[in-house]
């Protein structure tokens, strides 16, 4: 499956965001649907999934409280709404996909084990 992520930019702390992910030629009834990220010299890390049949979701704690990743059964697209950003979120955010996983599970899934990934969407926060 192919992902395409919508939906960066920048934005003053405190502000929000909506990043939007979509499949294209497939649907995405099987797959646990989340978004990691990538700041400069960092590592790439989880930030939010949603298990698409169930709708059970599951954040890094990073996020908890500010993030939501919900979906759209009619777009067949997950969003991920960034409230209170902080410049510590600011990254490149990727699109990620999972077959017959869990929400939980993707959170702990090294990102090398990813079945597929979206290219990435930059978010600037600035203090």
């Known amino acids: ?15 929000s965001l909506r990043l ?5 030629g497939r649907a995405f009834s099987t797959y646990t649907i989340g978004w ?13 999934a949603i298990n698409w049949r169930h709708g059970s979701t599951y954040y890094a704690d990073s996020v908890k409280g500010r993030f939501t990743i919900f979906r759209d059964n ?6 991920l709404q960034m409230n209170n950003l902080k410049p510590e979120d600011t990254a490149v955010y990727y699109c990620a996909a999972n077959l017959l996983s869990t929400a939980q599970a993707m959170g702990l899934t090294a990102p090398t084990y990813i079945d597929y990934w979206g290219q990435g969407t930059l978010v600037t926060v600035s203090s």
């Not at 499956?1 to 405190?14: E, F, M, S």
């Open 1 to 15: 499956v192919q992902l395409q992520a919508y939906g960066g930019g920048l934005v003053q702390a405190g502000g």
């Open 74 to 79: 009619v777009k067949n697209t997950v969003y």
């Open 36 to 48: 990691f990220r990538q700041a400069p010299g960092k590592e790439r890390e989880f930030v939010a």
């Open 20 to 24: 939007s992910c979509a499949p294209s």
